[in-house]
T-cell receptor, first 110, second 114 residues
Framework: SQQGEEDPQALSIQEGENATMNCSYK?????LQWYRQNSGRGLVHLIL?????REKHSGRLRVTLDTSKKSSSLLITASRAADTASYFC??????????FGKGMKLTVNP | ETGVTQSPTHLIKTRGQQVTLRCSSQ?????VSWYQQALGQGPQFIFQ???????GRGNFPPRFSGLQFPNYSSELNVNALELDDSALYLC?????????????FGPGTRLLVL
């Protein structure tokens, strides 16, 4: 299956701490994207990393991609209560259609 | 907030009925994709429309159908509703460009089938 798998499935941290979530997959990809979803609402695109890139930054977000291990990680630094949400990795592969993982729930406690 | 809008926000139907969900894409975007998200799951790709033609379909039966209009807005139609069709339905638009373009999601329509 092309679906990515996020790990951990749930994470609870204190405000100010860093949050790291991982995504593993099994097939080759063109790019990998991370999305955030608040309380069953629409998804918000966070960051995209292409298969020939190893690391990207956007504000407090840092994403890495290791194509040899077929894994990616998303780091949120200095977390805030507003970062509480579900996070999904989405893969774009040969089908040219985004395939989402099941997501992980991040809770940031004030 | 993206410029993608969906209507209605919530809908309750009974098994066997038909439903039409609507999506207005962000200005300048000519591709619309529809997703079904069951509770606690990630979005599942239903189909995509590009310039009014279906451009890819996920593993959904033919009773899920769609349309895209010249202004790039779109409809998702589901016939013969089943209880398992209860979900959040999301549409996403993307601008002209390559396959690596990201998608901009609407807030979704929550469908409950009784």
């Amino acid at each position: 299956s092309q679906q990515g798998e996020e790990d951990p499935q749930a994470l609870s941290i204190q405000e100010g701490e860093n949050a790291t979530m991982n995504c593993s997959y099994k097939t080759s990809i063109n790019n990998l994207q991370w999305y955030r979803q608040n309380s069953g609402r629409g998804l918000v695109h966070l960051i995209l990393i292409r298969s020939n890139e190893r690391e990207k930054h956007s504000g407090r977000l840092r994403v890495t991609l290791d194509t040899s291990k077929k894994s990616s990680s998303l780091l949120i630094t200095a977390s805030r209560a507003a970062d509480t949400a579900s996070y999904f990795c989405a893969l774009l592969g040969g089908s040219e259609k985004l395939v989402f993982g099941k997501g992980m729930k991040l809770t940031v406690n004030p | 907030e993206t410029g993608v809008t969906q209507s209605p926000t919530h809908l309750i139907k009974t098994r066997g009925q038909q439903v039409t969900l609507r999506c207005s894409s962000q200005s300048g975007h000519n591709t619309v994709s529809w997703y079904q998200q069951a509770l606690g799951q990630g979005p599942q790709f239903i189909f995509q429309y590009y310039r009014e033609e279906e451009n890819g379909r996920g593993n959904f039966p033919p009773r899920f159908s769609g349309l895209q209009f010249p202004n790039y807005s779109s409809e998702l139609n589901v016939n013969a509703l089943e209880l398992d069709d209860s979900a959040l339905y999301l549409c996403a638009s993307s601008p002209p460009g390559g396959r690596e373009e990201t998608q901009y999601f609407g807030p979704g329509t929550r469908l409950l089938v009784l």
